[in-house]
């Protein structure tokens, strides 16, 4: 892959790209291997109806910095993450709303030596240009349903585009830890799992599955923003049934949690 003349020749900081951003967490062992620096980023072209940050659905409403900044931010750090065995995770909102800033930030993190992940729904995956896919080690890719109907229900937008996204990811080897929360009565017909499963199989990067199960924890930020949350009423899905889940993606030869 070629990476521009631009690109080749930065180094830290030389590049500095406006962006917002919605907050950030230093300790994360959830969002990739090791150690996390994760940078939420605000802008996002989904609705999700479980969204736990729906304060990041606006870009302007987050904090206006730059890349350059936020870079130096994270060199702070840098020596404990690599201790660590971990890195640094764009997160959000959606990070590819802020395709630039992504790209920039990532790259400046590679300056750095630090393992890079974006955690993304995929629907922008053709902003994501080969510069910023060169820079990204992993991607968190959050499938919510395998069914178009349930996926455009849930988001309020296409599956299509995600699918093409991961097949792209898919033909350049690009690592993927495949995520989906499970929603009773929403993303919890096995039909639709098993899909998903069988075609998780067919890209040959997938190194996991992540089963996430629904909770209530974000509900609040719908209360004080005035928005109707749907899914009040909706409960975690029990144990048995999240393994069941999990089952047709080991059936599949993926590792799960």
């Not at 495949?178 to 639709?192: F, M, Q």
């Amino acid at each position: 892959m070629q990476l521009s003349p631009a690109l080749r020749d930065r180094s830290v900081g030389t590049e500095t790209i406006p962006g917002w951003t919605h907050s950030i967490e230093t300790g994360s062992t959830v969002d990739g291997p090791g150690i996390r620096f994760v940078l939420f980023l605000s802008g996002c072209a989904l609705r999700c109806q479980y969204c736990h940050n729906p304060d990041s659905w606006h870009l302007k409403e987050g904090e206006k910095t730059d890349s350059a900044a936020i870079v130096s931010e994270i060199k702070q750090y840098a020596d404990f993450l690599r201790r660590g065995h971990g890195g640094v995770t764009l997160s959000g909102g959606e990070p590819l709303v802020q395709a630039p800033f992504t790209r920039a930030v990532f790259h400046g993190c590679k300056q750095l030596g630090l393992h890079t992940a974006l955690d993304t729904s995929g629907y922008l995956g053709a902003l994501a240009d080969d510069d910023l896919l060169h820079d990204t080690d992993l991607v968190l890719l959050d499938i919510k349903s395998f069914n178009p109907e349930v996926y455009r229900r849930l988001t309020g937008v296409a599956l299509a585009p995600t699918l093409t996204f991961a097949r792209r990811l898919a033909a350049m080897n690009k690592p993927i830890w495949l995520r989906y929360v499970l929603v009773p009565g929403l993303t919890d017909n096995l039909t639709d799992v098993a899909g998903l499963a069988a075609f998780a199989a067919t890209l040959g990067s997938v190194q996991r599955v992540d089963v996430l199960p629904f909770h209530q924890l974000g509900s609040f930020k719908w209360n004080q923003r005035n928005l109707a949350y749907k899914l009040a009423d909706v409960e975690p899905p029990t144990p048995e049934l999240t393994d069941e889940v999990r089952e047709l993606f080991r059936a599949q030869g993926f590792r799960t949690t």
